[in-house]
């Protein structure tokens, strides 16, 4: 049974940093490519960063210089480090894995950017 289970969500003032984790099983982790995606309310899911079984990584022109995203094969895991956050960048944070169009995705975590 495949499982992506997210955290390090919460709340945060603008201008603050979080890191976000997505622990993986039930895949070999090292041969998937590893996203990271967010949901605002009222708007589309929408791509933020991902990151190749080699690790080579790439970015949404929103987060580009802010987020950075890397993972740890050997503890099943990507991350998503976020700084200089924004309220604009308030959604539910979601990691999917992904090889050959096969798709897995985790339950999301809560980022709140406010005062």
């Known amino acids: 049974q495949v499982q992506l289970v997210e955290s390090g969500g919460g709340l945060v003032q603008p201008g603050g940093s979080l890191r976000l984790s997505c622990a993986a099983s039930?895949?070999?982790?090292?041969?998937?490519?590893m996203n990271w995606y967010r949901q605002a309310p009222g708007k589309q899911r929408e791509w933020v960063a991902g990151?190749?079984?080699?690790?080579?990584?790439v970015y949404a022109d929103s987060v580009k210089g802010r987020f950075t995203i890397s993972r740890d094969n050997d503890k099943n895991t990507v991350y998503l480090q976020m700084n200089s956050l924004k309220p604009e960048d308030t959604a539910v944070y979601y990691c999917?894995?992904?090889?050959?169009?096969?798709?897995?995705w985790g339950q999301g975590t809560q980022v709140t950017v406010s005062s």
């Open positions: 039930g895949i070999i982790f090292s041969i998937h490519a």
């Open positions: 999917n894995a992904v090889r050959q169009s096969v798709y897995h």
């Open positions: 990151i190749t079984n080699d690790a080579s990584t």
